[in-house]
């Protein structure tokens, strides 16, 4: 039984083979957080003894020191001076509440949420508490969802006016957890465009620290996460408490650190510029956060929370499938093309063994520059003679799939979409507009803008008759206001953009099954759960260089399976850095992502053409252990001058291990590299030199990494058990 419910002590005990989460209602009416982590039989000590310090100072509401005790709903006013992660204005403008437990439930499998994308569980249980503030009305659910076989929780929380009046929500969390013994680090991944999720380590110092986004998008300078690291823990050992966050909107994911050393941490929708009405009866649903307790450290929490997205968030046809080697042509013309250019290009890579073709920006309205034509899906005739259609029909006979580039949530003030429906996009009226990219967005919270948005994707995919789709999203939101929102319900725009565009992407995605979605915001810009959900793909990063894309994939990595990060091999000089790397190196890190090339492929001279077929062989041929094995971290480039990562296959039969070098530096002794995740009774034969390693032996000893020269060298090894 997953959950176990036992009505003497009032204990819920959630758990798999692994771990355990447990609830107790203390005085029977508050739902305290007692313990989570390895999995243990039962937790006997009462949470009472260790709550009160000095009496004196503490407050209490029936008798509990809400101010010290560990909460599963926790919220400011009636006793606990920390922050809590439910803020409800009332009629008559307080905002404490009271919440006790009134029932419970114990559910089969998992129910999605209402609007928003959530992680499947057909064999997971799920534990509902509902709570309720007896003068206010405010009534509280609480769900908790175990997996057997994936080390997380997913947790979410409802909010139902249960009252006579209409109430505000200002904040509204998705999950809390109080831990009582500190953590002595907290791992965040923080960036900027070029430089996504990067990972930044810190103590944990009394006081609030943590990530936040306030743009509208989870963006690229934070990634709704964070990770409670134990002392000692790290890469391989160690006890890590991680939560995520299944949403693509700004987010807050923080710690705070009391005077005792314990630990709030919080994650959730952000508070900042938020709030919602409720009228009576109405209910307002958060979205869903995922708590991961590893105790082999980071590189234990991120399989756990791969398995997480690839068993239970992706979904669809290409979700588990093998995914198609494709060309895009952005870093190859820009703007600057024609249908000529186009299926030349297309020719070259199809002789070089790539499956699809991506046309990206430019080939609507009259878009030579990033100034104008956003909203108007229209194909450039003069760029594209006969039509998208035209060129899907060319591209398609060459033998190759075709691909499209949209970026559905924007307009451009030079657009006849702009022209006819100026108030359609996020605007303060009467306010000078604030472009980004030259570009304004669209408000998703409106109806008929997002009928509009499907009506216009709907038909390009139709008309261009597509297998593929890239869908960008290049600004971030400011300037809040909507046209169709009451000045009394502004706050709401941020969330309602989200909802809108969820909306949005559920409507395509369910009305094209077969085509391959690649989510994409100026690269990695809203690299998250939610948006995993309904594309299980993501341009990682904006950046291409080899060198750049070690730290941007190893970080990426902490979260999100390889299946889900788009990597390409682009041209050198790379055009973001300048800087020169071997195609080799380039082609190897693109390996641990969904693969393909971002270059004009018909300026290279045959022998890298030569090597570009064989190195798309290899690809096909390792796909699935590449994409869907388990993947281990083994050398940090934030650590050194090498990245190193496996990813063994379920069966530990063969593995394929990458290891790079950044700038040379002379006098160096080889590496010896120590493995994970092999069988250390098989013995395993490197494919290309035929050595024979036991599986103990690497992963004790190491396998030794050549000396290389040059700069930024690569080492592929691809290791098959023998029989
Ligand atoms: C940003 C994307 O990340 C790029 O790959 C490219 O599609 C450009 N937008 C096009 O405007």
Redo the contacts with the bound molecule.
């Keep these: 039984m997953p959950i176990l419910y036992s009505p003497e002590n009032h204990v819920f005990h959630l758990q798999n083979a692994n771990i355990s989460y447990i609830i107790r209602l203390v005085a029977g009416k508050y739902p305290i957080h007692q313990y989570w982590g390895r999995r243990v039989r039962a937790i006997h000590a009462d949470a009472m003894e260790r709550c009160c310090t000095q009496e004196e100072e503490n407050f209490t509401l029936h008798g509990l020191p809400l101010d010290t005790l560990p909460q599963e709903c926790p919220v400011y006013g009636c006793g606990d001076l920390r922050q809590g992660m439910l803020e409800v204005r009332q009629a008559d403008g307080s905002s404490a509440l009271d919440l006790c437990y009134v029932s419970h439930e114990i559910l089969k499998g998992k129910p999605a949420l209402k609007g928003l994308p959530s992680a499947r569980g057909d064999d997971a249980e799920t534990l509902v508490l509902r709570l309720q503030d007896e003068h206010s009305g405010v009534e509280v659910e609480l769900s908790y969802t175990v997996y057997p076989d994936v080390d997380v929780i997913a947790r979410n929380l409802r909010v139902i006016n249960g009252g006579q009046f209409p109430l505000v929500l200002e904040k509204a969390l998705s999950a809390c957890v109080d831990f009582e013994n500190a953590h002595e680090q907290l791992m965040t991944l923080s960036g900027a465009w070029l430089r996504e999720r990067q990972i930044y380590t810190r103590p944990l110092t009394p006081g609030n620290q943590g990530v936040e986004s306030v743009r509208g998008a989870s963006s690229h300078q934070a990634c709704p996460f964070m990770a409670l690291l134990k002392p000692g823990a790290a890469e391989d050992s160690g006890e890590v408490y991680a939560l995520s966050l299944c949403y693509s909107g700004s987010f807050l994911a923080n710690v705070f650190v009391d005077s005792n050393d314990m630990a709030r941490a919080q994650i959730g929708i952000q508070p900042f510029q938020f709030s919602w009405e409720l009228k009576p009866g109405e209910d307002f649903q958060t979205p869903e956060a995922y708590l991961c307790y590893s105790p082999n450290g980071l590189n234990g929490m991120s399989r756990e929370f791969h398995h997480l997205c690839s068993r239970y968030i992706t979904r669809g046809a290409f979700a588990h499938a093998a995914r198609p080697l494709l060309i895009?042509n952005?870093?190859a013309t820009?703007f600057n093309f024609n249908e000529e250019k186009l299926l030349e290009l297309a020719s070259c890579a199809k002789n070089a063994g790539i499956d699809l073709f991506v046309l990206?920006?430019?080939w609507f309205g009259h878009r030579d520059l990033?100034n104008c034509s956003l909203g108007d899906w229209v194909d450039d005739r003069r760029k594209l003679p006969e039509g998208l259609r035209g060129l899907s029909d060319r591209i398609h006979g060459l033998g190759l799939k075709f691909g499209l580039?949209l970026?559905p949530e924007m307009i451009s003030p030079d657009s006849d979409l702009y022209r006819a429906h100026p108030d359609w996009c996020i605007h303060i009226p009467g306010r000078m507009q604030v472009e980004s990219?030259n570009q304004l967005v669209l408000d998703l919270s409106r109806k008929e803008v997002r009928e509009y948005v499907i009506d216009a994707v709907c038909a390009a995919m139709e008309r261009g008759n597509v297998d593929y789709v890239?869908w960008?999203m290049?600004r971030n939101i400011n300037m809040l206001h909507s046209d169709g929102l009451d000045s009394a319900h502004q706050k709401e725009l941020n969330h309602r953009y989200i909802l809108g565009l969820y909306e949005i992407l559920e409507a395509v995605t369910s009305r094209f099954p077969n085509v391959l979605f690649e989510s994409?915001?100026?690269?990695g810009g809203r690299f998250d759960f939610g948006m995993m959900y309904y594309m299980p793909q993501a341009?990682c990063?904006?950046d291409s260089d080899a060198f750049m894309r070690c730290r941007i994939q190893y970080g990426t990595s902490m979260l999100f399976p390889v299946s889900t990060m788009g990597a390409h091999v682009s041209a050198v000089p790379n055009h973001q850095t300048g800087r020169i790397t071997p195609l080799f190196t380039r082609a190897a890190v693109a390996m641990s992502g969904t693969y393909g090339y971002?270059l004009d492929l018909t300026k290279l001279p045959e022998e890298e053409l030569e090597e570009i077929r064989r190195l798309n062989e290899k690809v096909k041929a390792l796909q699935p252990l590449l994409l869907y094995g388990e993947f281990y971290r083994l050398r940090s480039p934030f650590e050194g001058n090498e990245t190193a990562f496996m990813s063994v296959s379920e069966d530990q039969s063969e593995a394929i291990v990458t290891h790079v070098y950044g700038p040379a530096q002379p006098n160096m002794l080889p590496v010896l590299l120590p493995l994970r995740g092999l069988d250390p009774e098989k013995d395993y034969r490197d494919v290309e030199s035929g050595r024979i390693y036991g599986g103990d032996e690497l992963m004790s000893h190491g396998l030794t990494i050549p000396r290389t020269w040059g700069d930024y060298m690569a080492t592929q090894l691809h290791l098959v058990a023998v029989k």
């Excluded at 994409?520 to 690269?523: E, K, P």
Aim: glycine fraction near 14%; include cysteine; hydrophobic fraction near 20%.
């Design positions: 895009n952005w870093e820009y990206d920006d430019g990033d580039w970026e990219r890239k960008d290049n994409c915001a100026g690269g341009w990063s904006d971002e």
